[in-house]
């Protein structure tokens, strides 16, 4: 039995990237994870990675998968996620809100007014506002549930200039977004918080690394499997109520929780 049994997740945009290490690291402790994201077959998309791999292998590793697909930037199909998950479940104890759009136009740095306007609908409207309406539509079905919890996969450009502005921007509000909803989730008993992890070793990152458009510290990169293992973490020690509505490095809580990183 693993110390997840018996709890319902959600991660959206699990896919590849943190995402699916966070869906896998929940499968591990023997959760039922709901996988979400666009990719159903490989080679739909540039990078490599599908719902359904990435459920299978939660499957792997002693948890349930599902996959379900579903594209974040249309909130039908959010809702009907959690309809589903209603359906099926009858409650959600975990939501973990990771998905992010990569822009069409694959525009990072530069200067913002030389920036299609697309920039700031692909990276706020889908990393920041499905946040909230996956939020919107996933608290009714965790109030009540002892232990809920609502993570934010943020980053270090929410606390200086990262990438663009718009992506600042996004990250910024999905560390508030996580303050403020915890404000109001205070009193239905479930926690809100945000979690910042460094370098991670994801297929964009180091498909990034490979045409020498980024530069990572391979000795001190994470793989996506640690922010799965923090999630973990939270969700199963002592003290989550006190942690609502804090930012959290994923550094940090391998130390506190002494977490083994796969890669070490």
């Known amino acids: 039995m693993g110390a997840l049994s018996g709890k319902v997740c959600v991660v959206t ?3 590849r990237g943190i995402g699916k290490g966070i869906a896998i ?20 998309a540039p990078l490599p990675g599908t719902i359904g791999a990435t459920a299978a292998e939660v499957d792997r590793r002693g948890g349930r998968g599902i996959a ?22 009858g409650g959600l104890d975990i939501l973990v809100n990771n998905v992010f759009k990569v822009p ?7 200067e913002f007014w030389k920036h299609p306007i697309s920039i700031w609908d692909d990276m706020v409207g889908v990393g920041l506002r499905a ?7 996933a608290a009714p079905l965790m109030l009540g549930r002892p232990g809920a919890l609502i993570v934010n996969v943020s980053s270090r450009g929410a606390a200086g200039y990262t990438h663009s502005v718009a992506y600042g921007v996004g990250k910024i509000g999905v560390d508030r977004l996580a303050q403020d909803m915890a404000v109001e989730l ?11 992890p460094s370098a991670v070793k994801t297929e964009f990152i180091l498909d990034q690394v490979a045409q020498g458009k980024a530069k990572i510290d391979p000795a ?11 999630v973990v973490a939270l969700a199963t020690g002592a003290g989550l109520r006190t942690r609502t509505g804090q930012v959290l ?11 083994v990183d796969e890669e070490d």
């Open 13 to 15: 945009g699990a896919s």
């Open 25 to 44: 690291g929940l499968g591990e402790a023997g959760a039922t994870v709901y996988v979400t994201g666009r990719t159903v077959e490989e080679g739909a």
């Open 68 to 89: 379900v697909r579903v594209d974040h930037a249309r909130d039908a199909e959010i809702a009907a996620l959690f309809a589903r998950v209603r359906e099926e479940q």
């Open 104 to 110: 069409d136009e694959p525009v990072w740095e530069g």
């Open 131 to 137: 946040h909230y309406v996956a939020s919107h539509h």
């Open 186 to 196: 205070e009193a239905h008993g479930a926690t809100c918080v945000s979690i910042w």
């Open 220 to 230: 001190r990169a994470q793989s996506p499997l640690l922010s799965g293992r923090a």
């Open 249 to 259: 490095k994923v550094a940090d809580l391998k130390e506190e929780y002494g977490l």
